[in-house]
């Protein structure tokens, strides 16, 4: 949090002065850094012979690796051709890229010979792209009756974007002799979903609502997209807040959250959920830390 940032607010500004009458509760919730930790290694073949570089890989992204590989080694597009094969999944990004890349490299200093590069488990763990550590600082204006009226979600992470497309996003390309220039920071847009913001915003009836996003441009790891991106988070981080007030308030928390919730769709989620888990309507959870 202490490290320098990009922000942007989404959504109203916060109000400068406390609105009168209106009670503040505020909590923050982390996660670490998160592993891919996919069954097995990244790997990846490569040939190169008659000016034609052809990579196997396990990659999500055939194409924009196929992108990335020509602008890192200067060839041809039409002169790479890049095939999936079935490797350790993930959800995200991991170090899959990544091996291909160096499986190409290599392969070009040895024409006619076929390359593969497959990675040790604590380089895995070392040097693939990890789900980025976040804060989310979450605050509420409460009304009479205990409901949130006003909400800021304040959220502190890396990018959850640095898949291949550009030359800049694979490791071997970093150690090449005319390495490509560093990519500015950036995370993914909010017309694709968001990746910090994901989910950032509470689907209750407040009247104001705001998220305040901290892009931290320079971590000590590589991040990129792991399932959800901020998703996890970001409603762990709301929905615990949300029990925290129901318990201020002293109600259940089912009840709670359906007194602001109107769509009919979302009310019936959360009695469904609520019934599927045994809830008993009047029940108290017990005491937790907060963040837990």
Not at 67 to 76: F, G, K, T, W
Not at 80 to 105: E, K, L, M, T, W
Not at 140 to 167: M, N, V
Request: charged letters at 20%.
């Amino acid at each position: 949090m202490q490290r320098p940032s990009i922000d942007r607010v989404v959504g109203p500004p916060e109000p400068t002065i406390p609105l009168r009458g209106l009670e503040r509760h505020e909590a923050t919730y982390t996660r670490a850094h998160l592993a891919h930790a996919s069954i097995a290694p990244s790997c990846g073949l490569a040939l190169y012979g008659d000016d034609q570089l052809t990579v196997w890989t396990h990659s999500q992204g055939v194409y924009p690796l196929r992108i990335a590989l020509a602008r890192s080694l200067e060839l041809d597009l039409a002169a790479i051709s890049v095939r999936h094969v079935q490797g350790p999944g993930c959800y995200g990004h991991n170090g899959a890229d990544d091996a291909a890349a160096d499986a190409a490299v290599i392969a070009l200093r040895v024409p006619g010979r076929p390359i593969r590069v497959r990675w040790r488990r604590e380089e895995e763990f070392g040097f693939e792209p990890v789900g980025p550590a976040m804060v989310v600082k979450v605050r509420a204006l409460l009304d009479q009756a205990g409901r949130p009226a006003d909400w800021t979600a304040e959220i502190w992470s890396g990018t959850h974007s640095t898949r291949p497309g550009s030359a800049g996003n694979l490791l071997a390309a970093e150690a090449l002799p005319n390495p490509p220039p560093p990519l500015k920071p950036t995370d993914v847009p909010d017309a694709g979903g968001g990746g910090a913001v994901r989910n950032g915003d509470p689907l209750y009836d407040i009247q104001t609502k705001r998220i305040i996003h901290h892009l931290v441009p320079e971590t000590p790891v590589r991040t990129s997209a792991l399932r959800g991106l901020g998703a996890m988070p970001n409603v762990f981080a709301i929905e615990s807040f949300i029990d925290e007030l129901a318990a201020r308030a002293g109600e259940d928390p089912v009840a709670y959250r359906l007194s602001f919730l109107s769509d009919p769709r979302a009310r019936r989620v959360v009695a469904q959920a609520a019934a599927m888990a045994g809830w008993i309507p009047g029940c108290r959870p017990a005491v937790v830390a907060v963040g837990e």
